[in-house]
């Protein structure tokens, strides 16, 4: 049974930072694009980031450019998504998502096939 656990999330002040984990069992990070999504209420769920595939390249939304960092450690099964700059806009909560596709950058949620539960992002002082 493949699962994806997002860890990390919570309350923070505005220009303070998070980072975000996503543990994956039943199959192998390290052979799957990563999507990172959020979804604030009232909205649809659209990317933040992705991983690709085979070398980690790695994709930004125009709003969390030079803020946010994806990353992977294959060891651990683990991506990341560490959080820097966070603004109240950034409130939502993030998934995480893994595809086995070359497609890069994967950006809309139906292209993948496995997703974590979710983690809360709140941005506020």
């Known amino acids: 049974q493949v699962q994806l656990v997002e860890t990390g999330g919570g309350l923070v002040q505005p220009g303070g930072s998070l980072r975000l984990s996503c543990a994956a069992s039943?199959?192998?990070?390290?052979?799957?694009?990563i999507g990172w999504f959020r979804q604030a209420p009232g909205k649809e769920r659209e990317v933040v980031s992705c991983?690709?595939?085979?070398?980690?390249?790695?994709y930004y939304t125009d709003s969390v450019q030079g803020r946010f960092t994806a990353s992977r450690d294959n060891a651990q099964n683990t991506v990341y998504l560490q959080m820097n700059g966070l603004k109240p806009e950034d409130t939502a909560t993030y998934y995480c998502?893994?595809?086995?596709?070359?497609?890069?950058?994967?950006?809309?949620?139906?292209?993948?096939?496995?997703w974590g539960q979710g983690t809360q992002v709140s941005v506020s002082s």
């Open positions: 039943g199959i192998h990070l390290e052979f799957y694009a």
């Open positions: 998502a893994a595809v086995v596709s070359l497609n890069f950058p994967a950006t809309l949620p139906e292209e993948y096939t496995y």
């Open positions: 991983i690709a595939r085979k070398d980690d390249r790695t």
